[in-house]
Nanobody
Framework: QVQLVESGGGLVQAGDSLKLSCVAS????????MGWFRQAPGKEREFVAG????????DYADSVKGRFTISRDNAKNTVYLQMNSLKPEDTGSYYC??????????????????WGKGTLVTVSS
């Protein structure tokens, strides 16, 4: 079993930066693909960023490319999301996710994977 706890959300102004953290407990953190998702009020949850086990490769939603950076520290069982040049449309609850499977290379997360409870990011204009 893996538990994920996000932190770092808050209320900021457009153009500001925030860094989210997600600490994982449980086994095999360094063997799990990790991801960040977000859900805005009234909208479906969407993929934001994903990172491979080693942290060498990552992928981003088009809406955040060039502004957000995902990283991980396997020694600390932590994945981060650095968010720069925030926009009001970045507002939402941000969720950390860990692939349950230790195999494969997909960022195709599902409800079967491990999810945190989220941290709220609000960007005012």
């Amino acid at each position: 079993q893996v538990q994920l706890v996000e932190s770092g959300g808050g209320l900021v102004q457009a153009g500001d930066s925030l860094k989210l953290s997600c600490v994982a407990s449980g086994q095999f953190f360094n063997r799990r693909i990790m991801g960040w998702f977000r859900q805005a009020p009234g909208k479906e949850r969407e993929f934001v960023a994903g990172i491979t086990r080693s942290g060498i490769s990552s992928d981003y939603a088009d809406s955040v490319k060039g502004r957000f950076t995902i990283s991980r520290d396997n020694a600390k069982n932590t994945v981060y999301l650095q968010m720069n040049s925030l926009k009001p449309e970045d507002t939402g609850s941000y969720y950390c996710a860990a692939r349950k499977s230790l195999f494969g290379s997909s960022y195709d997360f599902s409800e079967e994977d491990y999810w945190g409870k989220g941290t709220l990011v609000t960007v005012s204009s």
